[in-house]
């Protein structure tokens, strides 16, 4: 069965250094992949998205993602982390069928 | 373009009574989704419609959970009797179409409170 695995369910940093969020997917078929964010008792929002085009997806808020096919990895990184980034992230994968696949979440925890 | 509505944004009310949450989607989506989302977790999938036809309810508690989107635009979900583990906020996405792969457009969201 397909599968989406964010690798930490907690992750802290302290304010104005990287962030890396973590998340494999299973199969190796072209999949479209997002990152959604969701701030305390917020909706949630589309931060970026990955669709068969350019491998490096900017999104918004500095963040950026990498699609490595070879690896399955579509982890969602930022060079400095800001207090307001302090949320839940969640990444999604889909493939041509309609079944979206959800991983766990992983909250971003940021250290003044 | 209007975003995904829902309403309302809040509700309390007793265990083993009634409720219901409506959803309009942005226009032209022909997929609509409602997930729940307990506090501290991801979303779970309740119920996938393709226009007016249901795609996928395998994880909707059908003894108590009801959905319907009979022209194939708006949707109401309803849940009758509620329980305690109802609690819960109810999220209404949309998308394009059953083989888009585009992103999910989600609404504020229905917080349910059952007492």
């Known amino acids: 069965a397909q599968s989406v695995t964010q690798l930490d369910s907690h992750v802290s940093v302290s304010e104005g250094t990287p962030v890396l969020l973590r998340c494999n997917y299973s199969?190796?078929?072209?999949?479209?992949l997002f990152w959604y964010v969701q701030h305390p008792n917020k909706g949630l929002q589309l931060l970026l998205k990955y669709t068969s085009a350019a491998t490096l997806v900017k999104g918004i808020n500095g963040f950026e993602a990498e699609f490595k096919k070879s690896e399955t990895s579509f982890h969602l990184t930022k060079p400095s982390a800001h207090m307001s980034d302090a949320a839940e992230y969640f990444c999604v994968v889909t493939y041509s069928n309609y079944q979206l696949i959800w991983g766990a979440g992983t909250k971003l925890i940021i250290k003044p | 373009e209007a975003g995904v509505a829902q309403s309302p944004r809040y509700k309390i009310i007793e265990k083993r009574q009634s409720v219901a949450f409506w959803c309009n989607p942005i226009?032209?989506?022909?997929?609509l989704y409602w997930y729940q989302q307990i506090l501290g977790q991801g979303p779970k999938l309740l119920i996938q419609?393709?226009?007016?036809?249901?795609?996928?309810d395998s994880q909707l508690p059908k003894d108590r959970f009801s959905a319907e989107r009979l022209k194939g635009v708006d949707s109401t979900l309803k849940i009758q009797p509620a329980k305690l583990e109802d609690s819960a906020v109810y999220l209404c996405?949309?998308?394009?179409?059953?083989?888009?792969?585009?992103?999910?457009?989600f609404g504020e969201g229905s917080r349910l409170t059952v007492l």
């Open positions: 419609f393709q226009n007016n036809g249901v795609v996928d």
């Open positions: 226009s032209g989506h022909a997929t």
């Open positions: 199969s190796s078929y072209s999949p479209s």
């Open positions: 996405a949309s998308r394009a179409g059953l083989g888009s792969t585009g992103e999910l457009f």
